[in-house]
């Protein structure tokens, strides 16, 4: 006697087969990992433009991708390098240890030119602050599938992952203008089309890793460095050391679909940290948008209300803001010079109608910095953390930021920053005023710190006059 199988019988057997058809196909297999391509298409309506809404495709969740029975770990690439700053497609971490997976080393960028060993920075030692094969390796394809064996974790999207020592990152320069500034430089070297009003189609990162620093010491006094995370990054997950340390205990291979790493004792050595002893100038020998910091400037304003564009015309009425250190017990001028300063700045604003503010930025709120520096267009100032505003300002012919040092005294801090943006900077020795290329070498003498700086204030507002008038601007 034949048997014939029942309607509800083949109902059930078809859809047992394309349920194991499906499982099989949607299972992640790292050997056919296709990464994440350089240009994303978006719709440009936001500084980080949205994606088009499509209907949701039904997927497993999935969080470990596997290599089968292929005897070689897919091999980790790299997009773009500068010492201290690289950014990898399949980097891989192992018992708190950097994996980079590749069968041709002589291509790839030395392990000291990548990462440190992560120990406090100290003038003269620099070889005590040299990575170990406990902190980073270099392994070929069939190397890595011993170690690692037949998978690791996932970490999807983008991830900046930081391997400084803590003692720069608690301060509003250091965290927004070297450390945010280098990571977001390095990584929109991959959309060198990014718009003049900021939109860019790299995804934002999804996760901020730190390897050295707890989750109790990176906001700053003033409480910028939360503002700009918050504002620039909103829905960025902030990973610290003891976060490191317990992915490291789990024993379980991961690996970055990408990462930009970051390293303030591996970019000293370079040529730019060299020149400006500022890492973040490192990056800035890698290809890029002119606007590519526009991204992060506006998101950061725009989370105080303002229009993107304010700052951005060269006919609007101009915005002098002079940011005074004179209540700060250290880096003050001359009370006589500061009075004398203001007196010629309000006659600027008199005779010509230009909006003159003088300001102490501890004594104002964090939207009202953000808004005036949005607005500002001669930023000037003692050399100090009040500069670091020069961050929100609109490049444009006439943007410019004027530091006043006790003479003899330089530091590149202010100068770099505002020249990687396009605006022209100025020291100050009293009356005497210098600009690049023609900069002195940095140095800090006796009463740099000190509270009898000179200033010549009528010698400040003509330069202010001449810059407003785009004097300068006509031998071009």
Not at 133 to 139: K, L, M, N, T
């Amino acid at each position: 006697m034949s048997w014939a199988p029942t309607g509800r019988e083949i109902v059930l057997l078809t859809t047992l087969w394309l349920f194991i058809l499906f499982i099989f196909h949607a299972s992640p297999q790292l050997d056919s990992f296709s990464p994440l391509p350089f240009i994303y298409n978006r719709t440009a309506t936001v500084p980080f433009d949205r994606p088009q809404s499509k209907r949701p495709v039904p997927q497993l969740y999935n969080t470990h991708h596997t290599w089968g029975s292929s005897k070689r770990v897919p091999a980790t690439q790299v997009l773009a390098h500068v010492p201290g700053w690289t950014i990898f497609d399949r980097l891989y971490l192992v018992n708190g240890t950097f994996f980079v997976v590749t069968d041709e080393p002589n291509a790839f960028p030395t392990a000291a030119d990548i990462l440190s060993n992560g120990l406090p920075i100290e003038l003269g030692e620099e070889d005590k602050r040299l990575p170990t094969r406990d902190h980073i390796q270099i392994v070929s394809t069939k190397e890595a599938r011993v170690l690692f064996g037949p998978g690791a974790h996932f970490l999807d999207g983008v991830t900046f992952a930081i391997n400084d020592p803590p003692q720069f990152i608690r301060h509003y320069y250091h965290w927004s203008a070297e450390l945010w500034f280098g990571f977001w430089r390095t990584y929109s070297t991959l959309a060198p089309s990014v718009s003049p009003s900021g939109h860019t189609p790299l995804p934002p990162p999804r996760r901020l890793l730190f390897t050295r620093l707890d989750g109790q010491h990176w906001r700053d006094y003033a409480a910028m460095n939360e503002w700009v995370i918050r504002s620039s990054m909103p829905g960025l997950t902030m990973e610290f050391a003891e976060d490191f340390r317990e992915r490291a205990a789990m024993r379980t291979p991961v690996v970055f679909e990408r990462v930009v790493v970051a390293d303030r004792s591996a970019a000293m050595p370079a040529y730019n940290y060299q020149r400006f002893q500022r890492t973040a100038a490192v990056p800035a020998g890698l290809p890029g948008s002119v606007y590519w910091w526009m991204t992060i400037r506006n998101s950061v304003i725009g989370a105080a209300g303002v229009d993107p564009r304010v700052g951005s015309s060269t006919t609007d009425n101009p915005v002098i803001t002079y940011i005074s250190r004179q209540d700060w017990g250290r880096r003050m001028l001359i009370p006589a010079d500061h009075e004398k300063l203001v007196k010629a700045l309000h006659k600027l604003r008199d005779d010509h109608g230009y909006e003159v503010n003088i300001v102490s930025m501890d004594k104002m709120s964090r939207a009202e910095q953000l808004r005036l520096a949005a607005r500002t267009t001669i930023m000037m100032g003692v050399h100090g953390n009040g500069l670091t505003s020069l961050l929100w300002m609109n490049p444009n012919p006439r943007s410019t930021v004027m530091e006043f040092f006790f003479p003899g005294g330089f530091a590149y801090d202010y100068e770099y920053t505002a020249r990687a943006l396009g605006m022209t900077h100025y020291g100050f020795w009293g009356s005497k005023y210098f600009t690049s290329p023609d900069m002195p070498p940095p140095a800090y003498p006796e009463g740099f710190q000190g509270t009898e700086i000179p200033i010549d204030g009528e010698v400040v507002a003509r330069l202010c006059h001449e810059r407003l008038s785009l004097v300068v601007e006509l031998d071009d």
